[in-house]
């Protein structure tokens, strides 16, 4: 979708072609002035038009009306902001949203319908200007308006606006903030693609080529092959892929948008990317089984994060890496019983072969934290079916031991509408790991167990966040997105499928707790 | 229960001497002393077992040359700057462990504290002998045949202490929760076919003794109220069901606002028509898991004379399969005028408490109302045995009961209410259903009973995970836990007493 941003003028209005959006809080008050203008221009149309729809201005309301004459718009789009006093950036993007996702949703037998334009208005009562109003509703447009038709051969695709106007009384600096946000906004795209992809296309290797695409953008980035993976010692990544034909690797993406005063980076994330999960030996109940191509959901958020980092030449030093493998069933496959070698050293009886992604972030989360030495360390991963019975699709599970680390990433999360809820990982939840026969077990045997909890813990041994045994030099949070990385209605800011969950979140957390 | 006693410190003629040590390589002085009149021997003792008064590690010398006790055990209770309550409670628990199947009946208590203890020696000995007595609880009532060498032994236990009166004033209160503790885990432990709404009605009535105001309703009042999810749960059952509002009034002003504790009491959960699966459905004995806390921490209030006006009300029903039983797809329509459309019959507690939440605060208009239950496997799977789900309307009240766990070791863990959640519980027919679905199982039976809570400051404690355990901790054998009394004490005492 092509943006671009022009000078509100009461000719561009007037002449705007195809849909034409205004925007209106929520509370009684003057009309903004475009929609004030087209009021007048028809003699009280809008109002009457408002009033039949019991258009209030709330949040969510949307307002269709057909040939508003005498603008040249084939049709009127009215939407509700909610009150103009609670307005945020978030509840902006979520307007723009909207507008994609009726436009979409509309009937489009016109082709002049395909342009769609804005007129953003500055709104009384708010603390953003309208350059930054303007920008986060095109960013919301942008957002919603995302739809993955790669595969859509024959099949109709679904309607989105080819091109974005908005029109804004100040559209240099309304070009300039949305500049900012659009980078974010592909990130978001690519990891929405990455998950989307069908694990036929999306191998270990194909996955890490879309990594090493990030070049492109300044990131430097390295690609671990199998050899070099068996000569680091990950013997958990390793085995998780055993069992399938497709070779393993790990993508070492930087971006070194400054040098972090004290030498390592300022962040490091690590994502789980196992490109399908049938489980392994411990397989999966078939239904539902396709979904299982979205178990690389962390590995495409920080991908995705990595690309907005770079895109928008964020002032931080940031490092992304992500393990990459399928876990496959056949003669090769790790068996629960199995004992693998990690690359800390540590020993893992395998318990079920189904609770893989833990195995991959163990030998991610000690490469990271010994070979880069970052600050802070966060991990997403699609990670447990507990996080789902725990919290559902509304938050992300969230463990850390540090305080400080938690309340950043919730606010951070807050911000972008990508909730985090904090879960327990006190010693309490050691027992669970005890082995019989090596250091650690890697999972509870199956029962009503709170498995997520478990798994974080099972991760703290790797992050150097054990009670005893703390990295101090080293701030990690693990992030379960299972319950996040779809979605199964659309929503807002995105249709059904890959929700990118994770981008837009360690942006803000970049963007208010790493870039000096 | 375990009887204990305070007194000043003298070495024991008989039974056991347990000295309570703090971590540390060098021989505490009591232990200095002790050893000198063994000729060296407790020493060697100490040396061969590797014991450091770490917490949990226990050294025994049987027969010590020199005295006339049977057996010295040295009892650690782990570094001395974190000897705090929970650390002396344990090593009491821990202490009780270790003499089980010693066939000692008294055992003497020391203490060597060091100065770095920030516990005072009074208040070390008190939550010592509490966490003695917490250890001590078995539910042995049906066994009939058990030979004495199987029977716990220990019956006295004498803490020596220099101030055995101040001590002893400490630990009243402690004795008090103790005994309400004990009762919730008879009633937890009770098998189905003993304790049925009728029978635990019984047992609150035993405690109008301790000025408790106990009044019943029955099925015939609930009618009248318009219970008519609680009452929908019990039509399966042969037995009736029972509301029980037990009153403490123990505030210095009578018309001082009340708080209010509220219980599920399924007195055993079949699932209905939902039915469970065969394997493990014993466990379902335990399902009044909440109102056995309520019924137990009113005793422990009432016992020790609580400076506050308490209420506990809970809904006492057996839910079970039969002719009469409710089946999915009915609507019943709840005190609050709200209707239910019954998607599962297994999600039956929440139906209790909707309609007893709903009488309380319209009743007693309470300061806050906390309702425990053992409500949904979810919290199981999303907590485990180590924190119970915790959900709240307020942050004051949830900060609190945060707080309240993390003194007593009663811990809870917060999760999150939110509008997206309550929207699962749309109906297609009725105000709402009675299950959202497969995902946030824990937090959708929260934000169904949230719909039958007005302003009212409120909590809602999910306490599945952790009224039953398999495996025993210091101050918890095996079993029943009663997880929530000390826990409720607690913040009564701390914030609602004056």
């Avoid at chain 1, 969230?398 to 309340?407: P, Q, S």
């Avoid at chain 2, 509220?262 to 466990?283: L, N, R």
């Avoid at chain 2, 599962?344 to 007693?364: I, K, P, S």
């Amino acid at each position: 979708m092509r943006v671009t941003f022009s000078r509100l003028t009461r000719q561009a209005r007037q002449q705007a072609a195809g849909t034409l959006v205004l925007c209106l809080p929520e509370g009684g008050g003057p009309m903004l002035p475009s929609a004030h203008a087209l009021d007048s221009a028809s003699s009280g149309r809008l109002t009457r038009a408002l009033a039949a729809a019991q258009f209030g201005g709330k949040a969510g309301q949307v307002c269709l009306l057909e040939a508003p004459e005498p603008f040249a718009a084939r049709r009127l789009m009215v939407v509700g902001l909610g009150p103009a006093k609670h307005l945020t950036p978030l509840e902006l993007q979520r307007a723009g949203g909207r507008v994609a996702r009726r436009f979409g949703g509309a009937r489009h037998g016109d082709l002049r319908l395909g342009a769609l334009v804005i007129a953003a208005d500055w709104v009384p009562g708010t603390s953003y200007g309208v350059a930054d109003l303007a920008a986060h509703l095109a960013y919301g447009v942008r957002l919603g308006a995302y739809r993955y038709t790669r595969h859509m051969v024959r099949a109709e695709r679904p309607q989105v606006p080819a091109t974005l106007k908005v029109l804004v009384a100040s559209p240099a600096p309304a070009r300039r903030a949305y500049r900012r946000l659009a980078s974010v906004a592909e990130g978001v795209a690519l990891a929405r693609d990455l998950v989307n992809e069908p694990s036929n296309v999306k191998t270990p290797l194909w996955l890490a080529g879309k990594a090493k695409a990030l070049d492109a953008v300044g990131v430097d980035v390295r690609v671990l092959r199998r050899a070099r993976l068996e000569k680091l010692g990950m013997g958990g990544l390793l085995a998780v892929a055993s069992g399938s034909a497709q070779e393993p690797a790990v993508a070492v993406m930087r971006w070194r948008g400054r040098t972090a005063p004290q030498g390592g980076p300022d962040v490091a994330f690590v994502g789980k990317g196992v490109t399908f999960d049938t489980g392994g030996i411990s397989i999966k109940p078939a239904a539902g089984m396709e979904r299982m191509r979205d178990d690389m959901a962390g590995a495409a958020a920080v991908i995705g994060a990595m690309h907005a980092l770079a895109a928008r030449r964020a002032k931080v030093d940031a490092i992304g890496i992500v393990g990459l493998a399928e876990n496959m069933v056949s003669g090769t496959a790790c068996r629960p019983g199995d004992v693998i070698r990690t690359m800390s050293g540590r020993t893992v009886e395998v318990i079920d072969t189904d609770a893989e992604g833990r195995l991959v972030l163990a030998d991610l989360l000690h490469f990271a934290r010994v070979r880069f030495r970052p600050r802070r360390l966060i991990d997403l991963g699609t990670l447990t079916g507990a996080v789902v019975t725990a919290l559902g699709a509304e938050h992300a599970g969230m463990f850390t031991r540090d305080d400080g680390l938690a309340e950043s990433l919730s606010r951070a999360g807050a911000g972008v509408g990508e909730l985090l809820w904090r879960l327990p990982l006190g010693p309490g939840y050691q027992a669970a790991l005890k082995s019989d026969i090596a250091d650690l077990r890697q999972c509870a045997p199956a029962g009503l167990a709170p498995d997520a909890c478990h798994a974080a813990r099972f991760l703290a041994h790797f992050a150097g966040a054990l009670d005893d045994d703390r990295d101090e030099a080293v701030a990690w949070a693990h992030l379960d997105i299972a319950g996040v990385a779809d979605r199964a209605e659309p929503a807002d800011l995105g249709p059904k499928g890959a929700t990118g969950f994770g981008v837009r979140l360690l942006d803000r957390f970049v963007a208010d707790c790493c870039e000096g | 229960m375990l009887n204990v006693s305070f007194a000043k410190q003298s070495l024991p003629r008989s039974g056991v001497l347990v000295v309570a040590v703090c971590q540390g390589k060098a021989l505490s002085p009591k232990c200095k002393e002790l050893d000198k009149a063994t000729g060296g021997a407790l020493k060697r003792a100490i040396d061969a077992s590797g014991f450091d008064g770490d917490k949990s590690k226990v050294c025994t010398l049987l027969a010590p040359p020199g005295l006339d006790v049977s057996r010295v055990v040295l009892i650690g209770l782990g570094e001395d700057k974190k000897v705090d309550d929970l650390a002396a409670e344990d090593a009491g628990g821990h202490a009780v462990a270790a003499l089980s199947g010693a066939g000692e009946e008294t055992a003497s208590i020391w203490f060597d504290l060091g100065r770095n203890v920030p516990l005072g020696e009074d208040a070390a000995a008190a939550e010592f002998a509490f966490g003695a007595q917490l250890r001590s609880y078995r539910f042995d009532k049906y066994r009939t045949r058990e030979e004495k060498k199987d029977r716990p032994t220990l019956r006295k236990v004498a803490v020596m202490v220099e101030q055995p009166a101040r001590a002893r004033n400490l630990h009243m209160p402690l004795g008090k929760v103790a005994e309400g503790i004990f009762l919730t885990r008879d009633l937890v432990s009770e098998p189905p076919n003993i304790l049925f709404p009728e029978s635990f009605v019984k047992e609150c009535r035993k405690l109008a003794r301790l000025g408790i105001r106990i009044e019943v309703l029955d099925k015939r009042q609930m009618k009248k109220l318009g219970m008519g999810t609680l009452l929908g749960v019990a039509q399966g059952s042969a037995r009736d069901p029972y509301m029980v509002v037990m009153q403490w009034n123990g505030a210095k002003a009578a018309t001082a606002k009340p708080v209010a504790f509220v219980g599920k009491g399924v007195t055993f959960d079949t699932g209905g028509i939902s039915i469970k699966p065969a394997g493990g459905m014993e466990d379902m004995k335990w399902d009044m898991g909440g109102a056995g806390v309520v019924t137990g921490l009113m005793k422990a209030l009432a016992g020790r004379k609580a400076k506050a006006n308490v209420v506990g009300v809970i809904g006492l029903v057996e839910n079970m399969v039969s002719g009469t039983a409710q089946r999915p797809g009915d609507v019943v329509t709840s005190m609050s005028g709200q209707t239910v459309e019954v998607i599962n019959t297994d999600a039956e507690g929440r139906l209790v408490l909707a309609d007893a939440l709903w009488y309380t605060q319209g009743r007693f208009k309470p300061q806050f109302m906390v309702n425990l239950a053992t409500l949904t496997g979810a919290v199981i799977v999303a907590l485990g045995e180590e924190n119970a789900g915790l959900f709240s309307n307020n942050d004051e009240l949830a900060t609190r009961l945060e707080a309240a766990g993390r003194a007593t070791g009663d811990h809870v863990w917060r999760l999150p209410l939110a509008k997206a959640y309550d929207d699962m519980l749309k109906s297609d027919i009725a105000d709402m259903k009675n299950i959202g679905g497969r995902s946030a199982g824990s937090i959708t039976a929260a934000q169904f009973l949230q719909r039958f809570v007005n302003e009212v400051p409120w909590a809602h404690l999910d306490i599945a995970g952790v009224t039953w355990s398999k495996k025993a901790k210091p101050t918890v054998p095996r079993g029943g836990t009663g997880f929530g009394v000390r826990l409720l004490d607690r913040l009564v005492r701390d914030h609602y007493e004056k």
